[in-house]
């Protein structure tokens, strides 16, 4: 019974962690509301910059463990094969 409850649990916890790539900032087509609001946008594109390269990061460590769970995956179909004889 434990076995099969870690099972049903290994699915959920490998695609625990996701990667949501960052808001665009948005930069108003009026010169005047971009002159006064001008430090908030300017701080926008800062944090963006900032959260960009995180989800760049995040979608190579995604990336990385997808690939490695392929090639695990892919060794236990092998084994399973074996043991079916086919």
Same mark, same amino acid.
Do not use: K, N, W
């Given at each position: 019974?434990?076995?099969?409850?870690l099972?049903l649990?290994?699915?959920?916890a490998?695609?625990?962690?996701?990667?949501?790539?960052?808001?665009?900032?948005?930069v108003?087509?009026d010169?005047?509301a971009?002159r006064?609001?001008?430090?908030?946008?300017r /701080?926008? %594109? #800062?944090?963006y910059?900032t959260d960009?390269q995180d *989800?760049f $990061?995040c979608? +190579?460590q995604?990336?990385a /463990?997808? %690939? #490695?769970e392929a090639?695990?995956?892919?060794?236990? *179909?092998g $084994?399973f094969l +074996?043991?079916?004889g086919?």
């Amino acid at each position: 019974m434990q076995s099969v409850a870690l099972f049903l649990l290994a699915p959920a916890a490998s695609h625990a962690a996701s990667c949501l790539a960052p808001v665009r900032p948005f930069v108003p087509s009026d010169s005047r509301a971009a002159r006064d609001y001008a430090d908030i946008i300017r /701080r926008d %594109f #800062e944090v963006y910059i900032t959260d960009i390269q995180d *989800y760049f $990061r995040c979608l +190579e460590q995604e990336r990385a /463990r997808a %690939f #490695e769970e392929a090639r695990e995956v892919s060794q236990d *179909y092998g $084994r399973f094969l +074996e043991l079916v004889g086919d």
